[in-house]
């Protein structure tokens, strides 16, 4: 597809709570951007789209869409890229297999999900199943680096209207527990590239035999390239450790990881820790659970839908209840419904779980649906610190105070598959014991480590233009804010002493290496939070995982949300990505909807992207009444905040239909006033005046049918046309809208 045949602005189709919403929402872009002569599109990158693009053998003429997120990958490498994207389902095998099901009911002739493939048919169908899960979206679509902050806008309601915020004390028994040996940060080494090379990774058993994992790995020059692994066993004898200590605490048991962007290493840790817990059932009926092919990786949920199936299923889960009572109790991600902590492991989020632990004070609802301190486990040392830093200092410090505090901005590397985030393809659990070994195609081995059967070995990059790019993104922010900089960077670690390579130069050159300060994140975040408790503000400079944990930490903290945060991607080759807050999809808030036709889910985010992404295409395109109407979504936001338009959280309250609504009459009543484009004034004069003059029966309409389940006729592929309905009840806004 041309430049010339995309339109002005893309905005992404994804899942769940955001999908749900932009049917109220797109009708009032479309609207109003035509006006402007500004056109908007579509793409579908949801779940259900990107499986219904990877297997179109068998699907009518009618059920076939395109491959979006394989056409997004070449938009945004263009300059003239325009894109706003949704927050999207990374997908854990257990969505996965839910939405094929799904899929498959609404009659679309897909293949299972193979858990163990053995046929050609199986191992190909696993193969783009496999490219699917995980984080498959944000790689494609992130070739630039990440700028997030919360906007001014959003600071100042926060301010005015703070957030509820836990009580800590200093006795609390929260505590992160962490391997700190034998884990992927003590593992770690690494390498920059002086010449471009084509890597292979090749494990070598204690017999001699060698098998290649991966080769064709092609690297350009500059290249910083890390190996590193975490051993079974000694991750094996942490759970145990931390499930006995945790007991001997009386505190509850709560794993933190991403078993979705880390999408082969996560699930298998995510597996020990579910074995652990119910280690003598697993020990018990290992031969059961092998013949019934179950696998702990997808967590409680499944393993005891999979055991009541069985004929000694019952006799079974009495065992695992009476095991259950003796262990400590699990932190729940749904106490009424029973559903703990290792249930289903795309619920292990801990970029949203462990601020949540934060800012209630180090309390997570435990079984009894009562709040109590907790053992946050994260296995991995590397940003574990991070949020043991963060426990310790609001010990010592008590909670931050919304009214008063700064904000923490970042400047993330992420572009190009940066870092940890980039090494789903080169990540293996190893078969055998041996030793694993990165050989460039000059011969020159890399990495060696030796390895035991079990372990979990991978390798990530980081590439030269990006890198640079990062640094500079992150000084001119600097100059922009004059804020106080601090990379996140720790000269003990592997990974971190290649990258300050690039950085100290970049610095020295710029003029800025007495103004910049360099710490490891432990005490950057110590730092960081001693500087917004006083008031002030910081810039944190980042990796990837880091980008994407503290655009969650901070502004949950700051504004109780990450879900309103401005997130812009410039991307490498001039286009923009405008990314709409850095929370999840969801998922609770369409459970919401079902149930009682009541959705809180806050477009926000949405509207700060679309004030970006129309300034952008004035600046970019040359598009004068593009940056009027950005201004103008900004005046609209800031009003909508400022009267409490925003959705509340139970039925019989405003919901995002309502916000929308405001929205779209506050965005008319700013164009009205404008006096840069009179044709523009007089366009949206009458359709402000009616929207005012018809808030009665708008809002009557909007109102309306609340209580009442939804039909929305699928989950991950709901019905566009009952999901219209239901997002659309007001006629009269409607026939304002068209």
Request: glycine share 8%; hydrophobic share 40%; proline share 5%.
């Amino acid at each position: 597809m041309s430049d010339q045949t995309l339109p002005d602005i893309i905005y992404t189709k994804t899942d769940e709570a955001p999908q749900l919403a932009s049917a109220s929402l797109l009708p009032i872009l479309r609207k109003f951007l035509s006006a402007a002569d500004i056109s908007i599109g579509t793409k579908d990158i949801s779940l259900a789209g990107r499986i219904l693009a990877a297997f179109p053998e068998k699907l009518t003429e009618a059920q076939k869409i395109s491959d979006d997120l394989g056409l997004l990958g070449t938009v945004v490498k263009t300059a003239s890229a325009n894109v706003i994207k949704l927050p999207n389902i990374s997908a854990s095998v257990p969505q996965l297999v839910a939405a094929v099901k799904e899929l498959q009911e609404q009659g679309y002739d897909i293949p299972d999900y193979p858990e163990a493939p053995e046929s050609a048919d199986e191992i190909e169908a696993r193969k783009r199943y496999d490219a699917i899960k995980g984080s498959a979206v944000n790689p494609v679509l992130r070739e630039g680096n990440s700028d997030r902050r919360a906007p001014s806008s959003v600071k100042a309601y926060a301010k005015a209207n703070p957030h509820r915020m836990g009580k800590w004390s200093a006795d609390s028994k929260t505590r992160v527990s962490t391997m700190g040996a034998h884990d992927f940060r003590s593992n770690e080494t690494s390498v920059t590239l002086s010449d471009a090379q084509t890597l292979k990774i090749e494990l070598t058993d204690t017999n001699g035999a060698v098998t290649t994992l991966k080769d064709g790995i092609a690297m350009p020059a500059g290249t910083i390239v890390d190996a590193t692994f975490m051993s079974a066993k000694a991750l094996k004898e942490f759970f145990h450790e931390q499930i006995a200590r945790t007991l001997e605490d009386g505190t509850l048991f709560s794993l933190h990881m991403k078993a979705t962007m880390m999408k082969v290493s996560d699930p298998i840790i995510f597996g020990h820790a579910v074995v652990a817990y119910l280690q003598p059932i697993f020990d018990k009926y290992a031969d059961d659970f092998a013949g019934a092919g179950i696998s702990p990786n997808a967590g409680f949920g499944t393993l005891f839908d999979a055991i009541d199936a069985m004929p000694n299923g019952t006799a079974i889960r009495a065992e695992i209840d009476a095991l259950l009572a003796e262990r400590p109790p699990l932190y729940m991600v749904n106490s009424d419904r029973g559903i703990t902590n290792l249930h289903v492991p795309s619920d292990v989020i801990i970029d949203a779980s462990m601020p949540a632990v934060i800012r209630a004070g180090g309390k997570g609802w435990g079984p009894d649906g009562e709040e109590d301190d907790t053992n946050c486990v994260i296995p991995d040392s590397s940003y574990a610190p991070v949020y043991d830093a963060s426990v310790e200092f609001c010990k010592a410090n008590g909670a931050l105070d919304p009214v008063t505090a700064g904000t923490v901005q970042n400047v993330g590397l992420m572009a190009q598959k940066a870092e940890e985030y980039g090494s789903h393809p080169t990540t293996f659990e190893i078969p055998t014991a041996g030793t694993v070994r990165v050989i460039a195609d000059n011969g020159d081995v890399l990495h060696t480590h030796q390895v035991e059967a079990g372990d979990i070995w991978r390798m990530a990059s980081a590439r030269r233009a990006p890198i640079e790019n990062w640094i500079q993104l992150a000084l001119d922010r600097m100059a922009t804010t004059g804020y106080e900089t601090i990379f996140w960077l720790d000269r003990n670690r592997a990974h971190d002493a290649e990258l300050l390579k690039y950085v100290e130069p970049a610095l020295a050159k710029a003029g800025v290496a007495d103004k910049v300060k360099i710490m490891a994140p432990r005490d950057a975040t110590t730092r960081s939070f001693e500087v917004i408790y006083k008031g002030d503000n910081t810039i944190a400079v980042t990796g990837n995982v880091l980008r994407d944990y503290l655009t969650d930490l901070f502004p949950i903290l700051e504004v109780g949300t990450s879900a309103k945060m401005l997130s812009v991607v410039g991307l490498m080759n001039g286009g923009g990505l405008f990314e709409t807050g850095a929370g999840g999809s969801a998922p609770k808030h369409v459970e919401q909807l079902v149930q009682e036709n009541h959705l809180r889910w806050d477009s926000l985010g949405e509207f700060c992207a679309l004030g970006e992404s129309l300034r952008f295409l004035g600046t970019s395109q040359g598009k004068a009444a593009a940056q009027i109407m950005g201004d103008a979504v900004d005046t609209a936001t800031e009003k909508l905040l400022a009267e409490g338009h925003s959705p509340q959280r139970k039925v019989g309250q405003p919901d995002n239909r309502h916000s929308h609504y405001w929205f779209a009459r506050f965005w008319a009543e700013a164009l009205a006033a404008q006096t840069k484009d009179a044709t523009l004034a007089a366009t949206f004069a009458p359709l402000a005046e009616n929207l005012a003059a018809d808030e009665a029966a708008i809002l009557a309409e909007l109102s309306a049918g609340r209580s009442t389940a939804v039909d929305l006729s699928g989950y991950y592929n709901p019905s566009e046309q009952r999901a219209a309905e239901a997002m659309r009840p007001s006629a009269t806004l409607n026939a304002l809208i068209g």
